[in-house]
């Protein structure tokens, strides 16, 4: 098993920057893929980014690609959402999640790891 912990979200004005951080526990960090979904008041869960375990490889949604960068630091078991150009839509809890094995890691369903969520609220 492994614990997620968020940090680093706050208030912050459309076009500014954050950094996400989410430390995970456990010495097989890196055998997990690792993802960031948000939630805005009122709607679903929506995936934002993820990585694959070597952070090799990356994935965004469409919504967040050029603005956020999504890395990992496996030897200090932390992944990190670097997040630029923010706007106002972009106001959400955000969750670091985490899943074990092959398949699709922009699936919601696929992760089996959450953490208790960090609000970034963006002002226009």
């Known amino acids: 098993q492994v614990q997620l912990a968020e940090s680093g979200g706050g208030l912050v004005q459309a076009g500014g920057s954050l950094r996400l951080s989410c430390a995970a526990s456990?010495?097989?960090?890196?055998?997990?893929?690792m993802g960031w979904f948000r939630q805005a008041p009122g709607k679903e869960r929506e995936f934002v980014a993820a990585?694959?375990?070597?952070?090799?490889?990356?994935y965004y949604a469409d919504s967040v690609k050029g603005r956020f960068t999504i890395s990992r630091d496996n030897a200090k078991l932390t992944a990190y959402l670097q997040m630029n150009s923010l706007k106002s839509e972009d106001t959400a809890v955000y969750y670091c999640?985490?899943?074990?094995?092959?398949?699709?890691?922009?699936?919601?369903?696929?992760?089996?790891?959450w953490g208790q969520g960090t609000q970034v609220t963006v002002s226009s």
């Open positions: 999640a985490a899943r074990l094995g092959l398949g699709s890691l922009t699936l919601r369903y696929s992760y089996a790891y």
């Open positions: 456990g010495r097989t960090f890196s055998s997990y893929g």
């Open positions: 990585i694959s375990g070597n952070g090799g490889t990356t």
